[in-house]
């Protein structure tokens, strides 16, 4: 899609036009169509169905835009956002989950940013470039507002004439009450058209009101922004510079300085390539050792047929130990990109000891990271499932593989931004692979297993309207759990009696929306709970 913006060195009479864009014919039709098609679906209506037919409208005009030999088609990164935009969009209305709705903002924005400039390889700048897009264009779109000023001389002539039938007017006024005082007939007339003239008004501002407007003009400009594109080249500029490898630095040796004992002169003496290398090799080799010691401790204790003793604080061993031992772990690799930062790189003397003690390092912290987990499955099967308990997981493959991007900086001398880039993109994908679950129905499943004797209710009913056929479908465990649920931050018992009331009138409500819902706000999940609460008779 072309879009020309110039900007002359100097003001003339044409400085305003040279400003504003040039939008293509599709363009001129398909923002305002857009505008439309986002206030119907999409007003009072919640994110589902609507999402994936938004955004099949905005992609079709942005494809057919490209011309069939663009840059944007050889870019990967392009290529996957498509293809994650579509999924995510499929899977909003599918499931209608935040997971989806949130990979389906991720997704439409850097795809956005990608058509922009295909050749970004960095996720996060992608997304930037096409916030960076969205704020030049909409107000460039707003100009198009304004009128042209071969129009304000008939503006001007209007307005002198129409001051000239002021006093006529006013006349017109004063005879008309003349008459409908003195002629019932005429009055009463005059009443009917006034009637049917005000119900229109009324009619037309209650669907024309000032709410509505502002979200017509909310969707004008965000249609604007997905289809007009105003070439942004900062960030594309700013990642030409980096490069995937490390290169050595003949005129910087120094990797971090100390303070001269002259601390009046307030200056700093680098420490030499050397220097830097002991200090290097005696912290790799004094926290493999500790290391050492704490996996064996959890290897002993966590890996092989763990048991908490009665009184055992479950929740503090997990919520406490895993958060230290994450942080434990973020810390290891960030001192493992500092030392491999530079020109230790290319110390040749004591290179491969160095990179063995490293990856020992990061091999241990792998181990470090199984104990997590561990420590996160044994609370799952002492106290059921839940969103955060599911993200650690996610949180631990991101992790398993940035260690393994560690291992490559190590051994191939990686840069910091190859490190980036692939660690974006994995968290990009996983992303979407949060958003392809259907997290709520495996959690209430998994949670109503018999070997769970203590039951988060409160939880469950707190769930979105599909699960409850789920619920529903297995009343007994109201009489055969011990029912809790969360209030203020302290665990109360929760009562089979008031557990079913509430569990009634959760299936009350829902089928009252689900019947009142118009067919944008349509997700399968919640269809398909309907049909099975309808079939049931439940």
């Given amino acids: 899609m072309e879009v020309s913006t110039n900007f002359p060195p100097a003001r003339s009479d044409s400085s305003v036009a040279a400003h504003r864009l040039t939008l293509t014919t599709l363009q001129k039709v398909a923002i305002p169509v857009g505008a439309i098609w986002f ?106 507002l304004v009128l042209p000023r071969s129009l304000d001389g008939r503006v001007e002539r209007a307005w002198f004439y129409g001051r000239l039938l002021v006093l006529p007017f006013v006349a017109l006024l004063g005879f008309h009450i003349l008459f409908a005082i003195a002629n019932p007939v005429y009055s009463a007339l005059t009443e009917r058209v006034l009637n049917a003239i005000g119900e229109w008004v009324e009619a ?36 030409s ?73 479950l929740t503090q061993f997990v919520h406490e130990g895993t958060y ?70 996610f949180f631990l493959l991101l992790t398993f593989f940035g260690l393994a991007t560690v291992l490559l900086k190590i ?10 880039r692939m660690n974006g993109l994995a968290a990009y994908v996983l992303m979407l692979g949060l958003a392809c679950g259907n997290w709520e129905i495996w959690i209430a499943r998994y949670n109503l297993r018999p070997e769970l004797h203590e039951l988060d209710y409160g939880f469950l009913l707190n769930m979105p309207d599909r699960v409850l056929p789920t619920l529903a479908a297995q009343p007994e465990v109201l009489t055969q759990r011990h029912l809790v649920h969360e209030y203020y931050g302290s665990w109360i018992e929760l009562k089979p009696d008031d557990a079913a009331q509430r569990l009634q009138q959760r299936l009350a409500r829902y089928k009252e929306r689900q019947e009142a819902r118009k067919w944008p706000s349509y997700t399968y999940a919640d269809w398909r709970a309907y049909q099975q609460l309808t079939a049931n008779k439940l």
């Fill in 204 to 239: 037309f501002f209650e669907i024309f009101s000032i709410p509505h407007f502002l979200f017509f003009l909310f969707g004008l400009a965000l249609t604007g922004a997905a289809l007009v594109i105003v070439p942004v080249h900062y960030f594309a500029d700013k990642e």
């Fill in 39 to 144: 206030y119907t679906l999409f007003w009072q209506e919640r994110p589902a169905l609507n999402v994936l037919l938004y955004t099949l409208f905005v992609l079709t005009v942005g494809l057919v835009e490209l011309p069939r030999h663009a840059p944007q088609w050889r870019s990967t990164g392009f290529r996957l956002t498509l293809a994650g935009t579509i999924l995510s969009a499929a899977l909003v209305a599918w499931y209608g989950s935040g997971a989806a709705f949130l990979a389906w903002l991720a997704s439409s924005a850097m795809w956005l940013g990608y058509r922009n400039q295909p050749h970004l390889k960095l996720v996060v700048y992608a997304l930037l470039t096409a916030v960076s897009s969205a704020i030049r264009a909409v107000p460039r779109l707003a100009q198009l």
């Fill in 241 to 313: 510079r980096f490069g995937e490898f490390i290169l050595r630095q003949r005129d910087r040796v120094a990797s971090f300085a100390v303070r001269r004992p002259d601390f009046r002169a307030k200056r700093f003496r680098a420490l030499d390539l050397r220097k830097e290398y002991i200090v290097a090799l005696s912290m790799f080799g004094l926290v493999n050792v500790l290391l050492l010691v704490v996996n064996g401790v959890d290897i002993n204790w966590i890996w092989f047929g763990f048991q908490p003793s009665p009184g055992f604080d």
């Fill in 411 to 420: 051994w191939q001398r990686r840069s910091a931004y190859s490190l980036v």
């Fill in 324 to 393: 230290v031992l994450i942080l434990s772990i973020l810390v290891a690799m960030g001192i493992v990109l500092w030392f491999f930062r530079r020109n230790l790189n290319f110390y040749e003397q004591g290179l491969p000891l160095l990179r063995w003690l490293a990856t020992v390092w990061v091999l241990q912290n792998a181990v470090l990271a199984v104990s997590v987990g561990l420590r996160n499955y044994y609370y799952i099967l002492y106290t059921g499932l839940a969103y955060k308990r599911i993200g650690v997981y």
